[in-house]
């Protein structure tokens, strides 16, 4: 049975990891930035030196291709990104990436005949530090002049950055692939969760990554004094506004677990201690895997919010903010990785992602599928992130055999 | 049966009203204004009319006196104030002096024999435009020099305000009056609320005027991603704050009605969409009659923090802000507005005051007594505000009737 090469694996995530050290197990390897450009340039070095063809596209994203025997063959991209946050860690995106290269080493070194061209990617600031899924987004032509003239991480630094990469404003928006020359994409990362390791699971394929949706909810009663106002007289926003808080929490754990909900921001005005208030506005935010989940939930909870007003003698107004709708995974690319994962006798479950990735932009142009494998404690975005060597190990592996599947299939 | 003049009384509201009328039945007669200014004179000429001693204190305190036989004899303050809110009502603090007026005059003309004199007085700035409480204040010996240095309406305010009512800082200073002279003190005031009103009762005697207790109450649970972090493993510290308002919200009405509490202000930090709260800060103020209920309620409510920060896998601080004692009226003086009221056939009932009137101050140095008429709807501090003719003159020769209750007594 086919395998990775484990050691080749293991030394090159050490290897990487010395690139932008944190000295304490982390890394900071910001897109773009000076460490990142050191990471690239390794990157290429280890295509090279893998005799695979290496590509730079016209929004930096770098990769190694192994040619199938049809010219007309479609490519399969095994990728994720080099790039971390400010002291991250050393798996969040690398193990995806060297994953991607080492399963490509060991089909060239052992000459499998493939239908597909095979591409070990790494896309360019998935993380944000100037634009955030940069790389993906150009490459399925999301990205439009006006995003890259309002950079998250200001236009001096997306400047700075490109000239460092040696692309341009025009080589980024004409970055865009064809997705009829493409024949999927897998993703392998650490789960950033805690959800594996406490089933004790080695893989967890995705389905999705989930929708958001955001409103603000504003409660509205009638302000009084908090002494001569007799409490049973009281339209006070806030009771309104805690009790619709601590309902729709249960309400979403009973009815719609792994589904979440937050209230990250609450203010009560006109905010004085010896005035009732009489408006409360609260930042909504909920969380699911498919729209139709997500529907039930806005639906449910604008209701909820309704009622509890009438309860409490007081008007509510809702209003929408923003929405990213759900990326559902591909089916036969999940069944792959559940082929493959039953192939190496490794537990696996199907799970969503909470978290944005470039499978979730991958998605849109052609069939993807993102898994996970376990991060210790969930911890992530820290120097104490840790995956364990096994579970490297597994993942890589897997993917290998999902390519297999996806072959013979 | 002595009774006062009510249709005198009447005439005087009327007249006084016009005084810095607002043209829609208020009036706009903030302390030391020019319109205040103009009520003052005008009240000096009705004490003069009436052939009663007028004073004016340090403070600028004016006063109409009825002097009894003995020189020697102690002095019973009738009083409240004339000063208004910008665009107040007619009523709040007018009734009280006015009533006073027309008491003294009442026993005046009936040649009524007393044992003790009494003042017709009203206090200067009982409603803060420029320092607040000041002339009751001033008369008990509580103004420092540093409250004359910090007035909340400003020092240009204070000091442009005394010299048009002829004190200043050092006469303000040495307006205190020495208890031993004093006979007690009676005021009564619009109720300013609807529970005269709602249960059809003419008088409401106050047994104390509220004591306020705040604290910051501070939930301290864990930032987390609103995505990734399972809705089971949150410790989310807006959950706790939730549950803790509305728990002490029933506590506080279950079993200590009728004192209030009140959560004026929430934040919740870090205060983003997509991070669950790691911290709530919670205004919490809430007001009793004694000493012993508030100590209570204080036990109650940090111990009820606890326990919701313990069910919420939270920690809690409290720390403590403002205290104002409770101001029990004098039982003396509470029995001898209740004998009015009987032998006057008016119902009467017991109720805290939940604001400040100068009643509390005056309690700290003579045996004090506030009671209440109906306010129409409660509605004060505005045009609108409205007590019934027939209300006016209960209050009036409730006060009557009380001076000659203590008299006889």
């Given at each position: 049975?086919?395998?990775?090469?484990?050691?080749?694996?293991?030394?090159?995530?050490?290897?990487?990891?010395?690139?932008?050290?944190?000295?304490?197990?982390?890394?900071?390897?910001?897109?773009?930035?000076?460490?990142?450009?050191?990471?690239?340039?390794?990157?290429?070095?280890?295509?090279?030196?893998?005799?695979?063809?290496?590509?730079?596209?016209?929004?930096?994203?770098?990769?190694?291709v192994l040619r199938c025997?049809d010219p007309q063959a479609k490519t399969l991209i095994l990728g994720?990104?080099?790039?971390?946050?400010?002291?991250?860690?050393?798996?969040?995106?690398?193990?995806?990436?060297?994953?991607a290269?080492?399963?490509v080493?060991?089909l060239?070194?052992?000459?499998?005949?493939l239908p597909f061209h095979v591409e070990a990617l790494?896309?360019?600031?998935?993380?944000?530090?100037?634009?955030?899924?940069?790389?993906?987004?150009?490459?399925?032509?999301?990205?439009?002049?006006?995003?890259?003239?309002?950079?998250?991480?200001?236009?001096?630094?997306?400047?700075?950055?490109?000239?460092?990469?040696?692309?341009?404003?025009?080589?980024?928006?004409?970055?865009?692939r064809d997705p009829q020359t493409l024949a999927g994409y897998i993703?392998?990362?650490?789960?950033?969760?805690?959800?594996?390791?406490?089933?004790?699971?080695?893989?967890?394929?995705?389905?999705?990554?989930?929708?958001?949706?955001?409103?603000?909810?504003?409660?509205?009663?009638?302000?009084?004094?908090?002494?001569?106002?007799?409490?049973?007289?009281?339209?006070?926003?806030?009771?309104?506004?805690?009790?619709?808080?601590?309902?729709?929490?249960?309400?979403?754990?009973?009815?719609?677990?792994?589904?979440?909900?937050?209230?990250?921001?609450?203010?009560?005005?006109?905010?004085?201690?010896?005035?009732?208030?009489?408006?409360?506005?609260?930042?909504?935010?909920?969380?699911?895997?498919?729209?139709?989940?997500?529907?039930?939930?806005?639906?449910?909870?604008?209701?909820?919010?309704?009622?509890?007003?009438?309860?409490?003698?007081?008007?509510?107004?809702?209003?929408?903010?923003?929405?990213?709708?759900?990326?559902?995974?591909d089916?036969t690319m999940?069944?792959a990785?559940?082929?493959?994962?039953?192939?190496?006798?490794?537990?696996?479950?199907?799970?969503?992602?909470?978290?944005?990735?470039?499978?979730?932009?991958m998605s849109?142009i052609t069939p993807s599928v993102?898994?996970?494998?376990?991060?210790?404690?969930?911890?992530?975005?820290?120097?104490?992130?840790?995956?364990?060597?096994?579970?490297?190990?597994?993942?890589?592996?897997?993917?290998?055999?999902a390519v297999l599947a996806l072959a013979s299939g």
């Amino acid at each position: 049975m086919l395998n990775i090469n484990d050691q080749r694996l293991l030394n090159d995530l050490d290897e990487l990891a010395r690139i932008g050290s944190t000295g304490d197990g982390g890394v900071s390897r910001p897109a773009l930035s000076p460490a990142d450009v050191e990471g690239r340039a390794w990157f290429k070095r280890q295509i090279e030196a893998a005799g695979l063809e290496f590509h730079q596209d016209g929004t930096g994203n770098l990769s190694g291709v192994l040619r199938c025997a049809d010219p007309q063959a479609k490519t399969l991209i095994l990728g994720s990104h080099l790039d971390s946050v400010p002291n991250g860690g050393r798996f969040d995106g690398a193990l995806g990436v060297l994953s991607a290269l080492e399963v490509v080493r060991t089909l060239k070194e052992a000459g499998t005949e493939l239908p597909f061209h095979v591409e070990a990617l790494s896309f360019t600031d998935e993380e944000g530090s100037v634009l955030g899924l940069m790389g993906s987004q150009a490459m399925a032509g999301l990205l439009t002049a006006d995003d890259l003239a309002r950079p998250r991480g200001g236009l001096d630094a997306l400047e700075a950055g490109m000239a460092r990469i040696d692309v341009d404003e025009n080589s980024i928006l004409n970055a865009q692939r064809d997705p009829q020359t493409l024949a999927g994409y897998i993703e392998v990362h650490i789960e950033q969760g805690t959800r594996l390791e406490e089933a004790g699971i080695d893989i967890g394929v995705v389905t999705a990554m989930v929708g958001i949706r955001s409103f603000n909810v504003q409660f509205l009663g009638e302000a009084a004094h908090a002494g001569t106002m007799p409490m049973l007289k009281r339209r006070d926003a806030l009771w309104g506004g805690s009790d619709y808080i601590l309902r729709a929490k249960r309400h979403v754990m009973d009815d719609y677990t792994p589904g979440v909900v937050n209230f990250g921001q609450i203010n009560a005005k006109p905010g004085a201690f010896n005035i009732v208030p009489a408006q409360v506005d609260l930042a909504l935010e909920f969380r699911h895997g498919t729209d139709e989940e997500m529907d039930a939930m806005q639906r449910d909870l604008l209701a909820m919010a309704a009622t509890v007003a009438q309860e409490h003698g007081l008007s509510v107004r809702t209003s929408p903010l923003d929405t990213l709708q759900p990326a559902p995974m591909d089916a036969t690319m999940m069944a792959a990785i559940e082929t493959a994962a039953d192939a190496l006798g490794l537990s696996h479950t199907r799970l969503l992602s909470f978290a944005g990735h470039d499978a979730q932009i991958m998605s849109r142009i052609t069939p993807s599928v993102l898994y996970f494998v376990p991060s210790v404690k969930g911890i992530s975005h820290n120097p104490a992130e840790y995956t364990a060597p096994e579970d490297c190990i597994n993942g890589a592996n897997v993917m290998l055999h999902a390519v297999l599947a996806l072959a013979s299939g």
